[in-house]
């Protein structure tokens, strides 16, 4: 069977999208997902997401990690959202299905607003901080984040004994201001240091201004540029969390599957 497929990025996160509104591909076949994403034999990309048609939503994001595990995607749901409004599903505004529950957002020019789960709590460690913005996360903060060895420090406390059999997403996060972090992220699912990851933005923008009740924080990546716009509530939960940035079709083609 040969398929249509877009690849799509949002601040160096990449992605295989596929409309898949007639089910026809296979998503119990998670070798044909690593496949796809396998950067040496196949497309290439850190994570694969089905687009479906949904009964009570605009759209259902099916989303897999480049290993064939299943998470919530914060920039791939943002690029989710830019390839529903090119397939003409959604046009400015969107209320739709993923992983861990419904979200919306809204399209302005080649920004995407996505409004993220409520955080219940952020759970302090020694000096460092585990909170879940979807995906579980750990967040560290450290001096200089350009120098930080992110992949060995990170592969070591995704997996670490206290978070299995899941595991964790890893950020290090370096403060740059009063309103401004770097962010770097030892990604779970992708077992490698990703260029961005909306997740672990989020839960590191949460991290460092836990304090405020309302704050917009500007993040740093290795592949660009995002915003975290949030409210917190007085029992330390946080509600109105939107992870704001670019999604960007890179290019299309098809596939013999």
């Not at 302090?124 to 200089?144: A, C, M, Q, Y």
């Not at 992110?150 to 997996?159: L, M, P, W």
């Not at 699912?189 to 836990?210: I, P, Q, R």
């Not at 592949?223 to 917190?232: D, E, I, N, P, Q």
Request: glycine share 10%; net charge negative.
């Amino acid at each position: 069977m040969e398929i249509t497929f877009y690849k799509y990025q949002g601040t160096g996160n990449d992605f295989v999208m596929i409309d898949d509104r007639k089910e026809a591909f296979d998503s119990k076949d998670l070798a044909l997902v690593t496949d796809l994403c396998d950067r040496k034999f196949g497309i290439g990309a850190d994570g694969l997401i089905l687009i479906r048609n949904h009964a009570d939503f605009d759209f259902e994001m099916i989303y897999f990690n480049a290993d064939g595990s299943q998470s919530m995607c914060g920039n791939g749901a943002r690029c989710a959202v830019a390839f529903s409004a090119f397939l003409g599903i959604i046009k400015e505004k969107t209320h739709f299905l993923a992983i861990d529950g419904a979200h919306e957002a809204v399209i302005s020019k080649d920004q995407v607003e996505l409004l993220m789960g409520n955080v219940k709590e952020i759970q302090t460690k020694h000096n460092d901080f585990f909170l879940n913005t979807g995906s579980p996360h750990f967040i560290r903060f450290v001096e200089n984040v350009n120098d930080y060895p992110v992949f060995e420090e990170g592969k070591s406390i995704r997996y670490d004994a206290q978070y299995l059999p899941g595991g964790t997403n890893v950020n290090f996060v370096q403060p740059m201001g009063s309103d401004e972090i770097f962010v770097r992220t030892y990604e779970r699912g992708v077992e490698d240091e990703t260029l961005s990851c909306g997740t672990g933005v989020t839960a590191a923008a949460l991290a460092f201004a836990k304090n405020k009740k309302k704050a917009t924080i500007k993040i740093n990546t290795l592949g660009g540029k995002l915003a975290v716009r949030f409210t917190s509530n007085p029992d330390g939960s946080f509600r109105d969390i939107w992870l704001i940035g670019p999604a960007e079709q890179v290019f299309s083609g098809k596939i013999k599957i």
